[in-house]
């Protein structure tokens, strides 16, 4: 049930670069978040931008939405190599009950220090 | 503050056994999410629930059941187990509907 796609899928920086990930998704949504992952842990929720939003900014975070091309992108500013993780980009459809989120794959981030 | 806590973080079993996974969500969170994650996949839905009801469900196979209790606490059981079914489950939760879902740590279930 993959939404769509992450690009790019792996991504090398160095610390102090910012590190931009793009997400496009296909159907109509309500809302996107952002998660963070690290190797074989939980996801943590980075950042919500809901579907009447264009932009948001949480810290060192930037996310964009663009509805009408289906796309996302997450911006991480003045990278750190704690930053080094998965991202993944997942939306939450407009009709449910609930909002099951859809995943896109993930894009791998490593900041070097 | 406290968070989604899942038990246990790493189960072991064979082929054709059951296993149940269970799951606390945040305290006053109404909703109770299940994803399976297969190796170097994306997580995928497999059922949640509201005040306690089932309210959506997924690619969830007919050997695999969940149930949320009167504490809210969720148990997700599984039977027949297939080698395919290893994965790392995770547990989310949310405070209403289109809220940020928060995540545990996720069980690692793996099949022999």
């Known amino acids: 049930s993959q939404q769509g796609e992450e690009d790019p899928q792996a991504l090398s920086i160095q610390e102090g670069e910012n590190a931009t990930m793009n997400c496009s998704y296909k159907?109509?949504?309500?809302?996107l978040q952002w998660y963070r992952q690290n190797s074989g842990r939980g996801l943590v929720h980075l950042i919500l931008?809901?579907?009447?939003?264009r932009e948001k900014h949480s810290g060192r975070l930037r996310v964009t939405l663009d509805t009408s091309k289906k796309s996302s992108s997450l911006l991480i500013t003045a990278s750190r190599a704690a930053d080094t993780a998965s991202y993944f980009c997942?939306?939450?459809?407009?009709?449910?009950?609930?909002?099951?989120?859809?995943f896109g794959k993930g894009i791998t981030l490593s900041v070097r220090p | 503050a406290a968070g989604v806590i899942q038990s246990p973080r790493h189960l072991i079993k064979e082929k054709r056994e059951t296993a149940t996974l269970k799951c606390y969500p945040i305290?006053?969170?109404?909703?109770v999410y299940w994803y399976q994650q297969g190796p170097g996949q994306d997580p995928q839905f497999l059922i949640s629930?509201?005040?306690?009801?089932?309210?959506d469900k997924g690619s969830i196979p007919d050997r695999f059941s969940a149930q949320q209790f009167s504490d809210y606490h969720s148990e997700l059981n599984m039977s027949s187990l297939e080698l395919g079914d290893s994965a790392l489950y995770f547990c989310?939760?949310?405070?209403?509907?289109?809220?940020?879902?928060?995540f545990g740590d996720g069980t690692r279930l793996s099949i022999l």
């Open positions: 989310a939760s949310s405070l209403g509907k289109d809220q940020p879902q928060h």
């Open positions: 159907t109509s949504i309500n809302n």
């Open positions: 931008i809901r579907s009447n939003e």
């Open positions: 997942a939306t939450g459809p407009v009709t449910g009950a609930n909002s099951k989120l859809t």
């Open positions: 305290p006053r969170h109404d909703t």
């Open positions: 629930f509201y005040e306690k009801m089932q309210s």
